[in-house]
């Protein structure tokens, strides 16, 4: 257990839909990542927070959103879904940018 | 441009056969060498950071080894249950913040 609790576990819903994915990091983390992983792709990273301020931008669509919030805990708002934004999508967190990432066993998001 | 590289894309082992995985990059500064393990459908499992060449971790069957130019997984007398993909992320100095991914190693141990 990593400690990095990612809610639901499951999401499938339709296209056009707007979804928001959740994330709690580990105790004492102030880092958060977002991360995509379509099938058999590799990791695509999608976005950090640190503290509640965003500090790096990866290959994130202007249909996503994301925030961290005071207590630590950051949400990926994915709007107008399609078909392609089917995928896992993982968090992680960390100490800082040199400790390694921690991550989430990841929301499974289903576009019908 | 920072770049990672993973060989073999595929290993097929027999149990008790050790063998290698190489992590070769390209990083202007190395700030830390990482290798994950990743089962299907679950996230990446963090195994070892490296942070300067020479240096080398342990953990079980596994040990890493970083050069500066590379970074080996050695796998000694592996187990079916270590079959899984293995990750090797690097950040670099100009990285700005982000881990530049490989695409990782599925590796098969059979019984």
């Known amino acids: 257990d990593s400690g990095v609790t990612q809610t639901p576990k499951h999401l499938i819903t339709a296209t056009g839909q707007r979804v928001t994915l959740r994330c709690s990091p580990r105790s004492g983390d102030l880092s958060v990542y977002w991360y995509q992983q379509s099938l058999d792709q590799g990791l695509q990273f999608l976005i950090q927070?640190?503290?509640?301020?965003?500090?790096a931008k990866g290959n994130i669509l202007e249909r996503f959103s994301a925030q961290q919030f005071p207590d630590l805990h950051s949400e990926l708002n994915l709007s107008s879904l399609e078909l392609g934004d089917s995928a896992l999508y993982f968090c992680a967190s960390g100490r800082d940018v040199n400790q390694p990432q921690h991550f989430g066993d990841g929301t499974r998001l289903s576009i019908l | 441009e920072d770049q990672v590289t993973q060989s073999p894309e595929a290993l097929r082992l027999q149990e008790g056969e050790s063998s290698s995985l190489n992590c070769s990059y390209t990083v202007s500064g190395l700030r830390g060498l990482f290798w994950y393990r990743q089962d299907p459908g679950k996230g990446p499992e963090f195994l070892f950071t490296l942070y300067s060449a020479g240096e080398e971790k342990e953990k079980e069957r596994l040990k890493a080894t970083l050069t500066k130019k590379e970074s080996f997984l050695h796998i000694t007398a592996p187990k079916p249950e270590d079959s899984a993909t293995y990750l090797c992320a690097v950040r670099g100095m100009d990285s700005n913040y982000q881990l530049i991914w490989g695409a990782g190693t599925k590796l098969i141990i059979k019984p």
């Open positions: 927070y640190y503290n509640g301020e965003e500090r």
